[in-house]
């Protein structure tokens, strides 16, 4: 050992804190467990982070990563590495783009909090904030929650919601963190297309040859922003390290963490197949128990895996054959969608809603809710006209003792309300639907699955409607038709997703026939 180690090594041994320092300079996890002493990596987290750190190095020019929601994703992407790389890099122009602009402004203050620590300033004293601790000409130095500026150079962050403005300015490092807010946002047609449009005509066109970008959020539909990136783009799936030693010019590449591992081992993931990914936070029970909730939204969300225009969107359906195994009579509904097209069906479906014995905890009202089930008593699914459907739709409705019908009235709905009502003794009910279809029908889909029962034996008594309902494709536009899913989905909107388990209010022609 010369004397040159010698000496620092006693140095580091006589100051710890140095050692500390001279890894976090060296390293985004040590970086983050310096700069936060309550941070506790996982496997998982080791792992991500130094994907990240090959980022912050600059080895990495175009990187997506997938991972499941509340897994800490933000706080290495958005909070520490821009941080750290504003520290190692003052002249960098970051920009940090969010769904919204708040969410996006809350990225900004943390990275500033970080920034004004007396940590910070020991690790990268020439990168400073305009403020009362910098003694410089810096009063023209911006700063405040939309951008701040590197005092003595030009780097600097700069964070903006989708759709907004990037007019004018150069990005070195453009940093996309949850671009769709829910599973709502990114199941809509229009705003997926605005997302890309903004995306690919606003964000990109900031960007020069030597840009660096990280894409970082869960999946939530196959044509969301990385699904697009991925048809559109070159694009490497890591598994080792050694994948990231040759990345093809201009590639991207993408790193997808299971929540529940699939599949054997790998470097960069080498848990065994069922483990979870922080088992300390989310548990392999409770895992599970979200997909056994919602399949389809879980192999979305927390796997990475969305699927394609083959995947169906629909579970297996449920069947009853003792109503009463479903709980109490609560009331007694149809729902009818008008063909509004000539290549349009009709859907009309009558129900039972019963609620069950026992009670769940619901977190969005924080009490004990019983469950509620739509029991199918009879579908009409045809693509008849209105002169036969206006005899066979009031007469399903008046034969299974329908107390309310509700009645889309879009396009031709509410004259066809008016001829029906003056058939039956239900109590109808139009109304105007002008939510986005799309959107409606997946968001909802898991929910209709477990709270819509169909008789049993509805295979074959219902066929076409069962052949067509069971092979609906999760690719919105690959399917022919989506009366029925739009139906079953208007169902659960009006006698499910509320909550109500009381009667109907003022049915005063409706005959209970139970």
Known sequence: MDV??????????????????????????????????????TPFHVAYYRVLDMFVKRKIRKLIIQAPPQHGKSQGSSRFLPADMLGHFPDLKFCICSYAATIAKDFNRDVQR????????????????NGSNVVTVANNYLRNSDVFEIVGHTGSLRV???????????VDVMIYDDLYKDSTEA???????????????VAQTRLHNDSQQLVVFTRWNPDDIIGKIIDS???????????????PSGAWVLVNFEAIKTGEPTEIDNREPGQPLWPQRHSLERLLQQKQLDPLGFQCLYQGNPGDATAYLYQPFKTWVDKQDWGQYVRSGCYVDVADQGDDYLFAASYDIYRSENQIWNEAKHRMEPLLFALITDIEFTDESTEVTTVTVPRMINNNGVQKAWIESNNGGSQYERVVKKKVRALTVP?????NKESRIVTNAPFVNQ????????????????DHIVGFLRKFDANTHDDDADGLTGIYEKEIADGNTKPYNAVSRGVRVH
Not at 187 to 201: E, G, V
Not at 431 to 435: G, T
């Open 451 to 466: 709270h819509i029962i169909m008789p049993f034996g509805w295979e074959t008594r219902y066929k076409k409607f069962h």
């Open 431 to 435: 109304f105007y639907q002008s939510d």
């Open 233 to 247: 783009e070159k694009v490497v799936f890591a598994e080792r390290w050694s994948d990231f030693d040759n990345i």
């Open 160 to 170: 903006v919601g989708r759709g907004g403005s990037l007019t004018s300015k150069t």
């Open 4 to 41: 040159d180690t010698m000496q620092i090594t006693r140095a580091l041994s006589e100051h710890p804190e140095l050692f500390l320092q001279e890894g976090a300079r060296r390293n985004l996890l040590w970086f983050a467990e310096y700069m936060d002493p309550n941070f506790d990596p």
């Open 114 to 129: 970080l920034i004004d620590s007396d940590k910070y300033r020991a690790l990268f004293p020439d990168t400073q904030l």
């Open 187 to 201: 199941n809509s047609p229009i705003i997926r297309t605005a997302a890309w449009d903004w995306f690919t005509k």
